[in-house]
């Protein structure tokens, strides 16, 4: 089971690293060299995302994604609103492939500095584009979560994908019927590959 840091070991460390905020160096030429080459980068991830859910005939519903450590790779409690986020790298490319192939995405965060996640989603200018954000510190491993967004959205659990980078949200939420992914490094198209074939393979039992 994947254990966290002590939150306040953990901010200290992505504070020495600028986790928060990595284009707060180099001068404007290299930062704007730097976005556009992630630009390039995201438009072939979109390109293979797509040709990974075109081999797929069961595909989700709702894809709901965990923020921290999942969808980008800090913990936004640790960073402050005017610091400028980013994404794990394929996480944006596989985000427009799911939107472009005509599924709903949202969020189901347990950070408790709701504020701080939005305005960052905001920032990457994402955040109209999820059908539910459900961002608030629980301790029932997300289950409260996805009651609202089944509320919320009408989409029956059964036709959910999640992804997660905590095992004991991953164990709670499939007791639900959610086809629930253990996320290791972040999303990326490998991850991507893996929950749609347990999707498709959990549409096909349930079928039967």
């Given at each position: 089971m994947k254990r966290r840091l002590l939150p306040r070991l953990t901010c200290l460390i992505q504070s020495k690293v600028g986790a928060c905020n990595p284009f707060s160096t180099g001068d404007m030429t290299t930062r704007k060299l730097t976005k556009d080459l992630a630009m390039e980068e995201d438009d072939k991830v979109k390109n293979e995302a797509l040709q990974i859910i075109g081999l797929h005939q069961n595909l989700p519903r709702l894809v709901v994604f965990d923020l921290d450590h999942t969808f980008w790779p800090f913990y936004c409690q640790c960073c402050y609103e005017g610091d400028e986020p980013?994404?794990?790298?394929?996480?944006?490319?596989?985000?427009?492939?799911?939107?472009?192939s005509g599924m709903n995405v949202a969020i189901a965060s347990r950070s408790p500095t709701?504020?701080?996640?939005?305005?960052?989603?905001?920032?990457?200018?994402?955040?109209?584009?999820?059908?539910?954000l459900e961002i608030f510190s629980s301790q029932t491993h997300k289950t409260d979560h996805f009651q609202r967004i089944q509320r919320s959205t009408g989409v029956p659990f059964t036709s959910m994908l999640f992804f997660d980078d905590e095992d004991r949200n991953i164990q709670a939420v499939s007791k639900m019927g959610v086809t629930s992914i253990l996320v290791g490094d972040g999303v990326n198209l490998g991850v991507l590959r893996h929950g749609l074939s347990e999707f498709s393979q959990m549409s096909g039992t349930r079928n039967h």
């Amino acid at each position: 089971m994947k254990r966290r840091l002590l939150p306040r070991l953990t901010c200290l460390i992505q504070s020495k690293v600028g986790a928060c905020n990595p284009f707060s160096t180099g001068d404007m030429t290299t930062r704007k060299l730097t976005k556009d080459l992630a630009m390039e980068e995201d438009d072939k991830v979109k390109n293979e995302a797509l040709q990974i859910i075109g081999l797929h005939q069961n595909l989700p519903r709702l894809v709901v994604f965990d923020l921290d450590h999942t969808f980008w790779p800090f913990y936004c409690q640790c960073c402050y609103e005017g610091d400028e986020p980013y994404l794990y790298p394929q996480a944006r490319g596989i985000f427009f492939a799911l939107k472009d192939s005509g599924m709903n995405v949202a969020i189901a965060s347990r950070s408790p500095t709701p504020d701080i996640a939005k305005t960052f989603l905001d920032k990457l200018g994402i955040r109209s584009m999820f059908v539910a954000l459900e961002i608030f510190s629980s301790q029932t491993h997300k289950t409260d979560h996805f009651q609202r967004i089944q509320r919320s959205t009408g989409v029956p659990f059964t036709s959910m994908l999640f992804f997660d980078d905590e095992d004991r949200n991953i164990q709670a939420v499939s007791k639900m019927g959610v086809t629930s992914i253990l996320v290791g490094d972040g999303v990326n198209l490998g991850v991507l590959r893996h929950g749609l074939s347990e999707f498709s393979q959990m549409s096909g039992t349930r079928n039967h």
